[in-house]
Nanobody, 116 residues
Framework: QVQLVESGGGLVQPGGSLRLSCAAS????????MGWYRQAPGKQRDLVAS???????TYADSVKGRFTISRDNAKNTAYLQMNSLKPEDTAVYSC??????????WGQGTQVTVSS
């Protein structure tokens, strides 16, 4: 059973940066895709960014050019570098992984608040 541990959320001023991490453990199956969704109060959960095992990335239009997703396959860890943050980026960010089992697992979620 794969388990995810997220870190890196917090409060930042508009224009600032944060880096989220998502570490996967406990699975004997290979990890395929990793990424983050986010959900703001009263809104649906939307995909922010994803990265496949081969390195192919996908971004929401709203974060292109500001967010960068990367992964360290040796550590089964994904990173989301968030720059030029805006108040509308405020949300709970939840990481996920898919494995070859196949299995989908979610992290506990981390709050990102962009406010002056």
């Amino acid at each position: 059973q794969v388990q995810l541990v997220e870190s890196g959320g917090g409060l930042v001023q508009p224009g600032g940066s944060l880096r989220l991490s998502c570490a996967a453990s406990g699975s004997s199956f290979s990890i395929n895709s990793m990424g983050w969704y986010r959900q703001a109060p009263g809104k649906q959960r939307d995909l922010v960014a994803s990265i496949r095992s081969g390195g192919t990335t996908t971004y929401a239009d709203s974060v292109k050019g500001r967010f960068t997703i990367s992964r360290d396959n040796a550590k089964n860890t994904a990173y989301l570098q968030m720059n030029s943050l805006k108040p509308e980026d405020t949300a709970v960010y939840s990481c996920y992984v898919t494995t070859s089992r196949p299995q989908l697992a979610w992290g506990q979620g981390t709050q990102v608040t962009v406010s002056s």
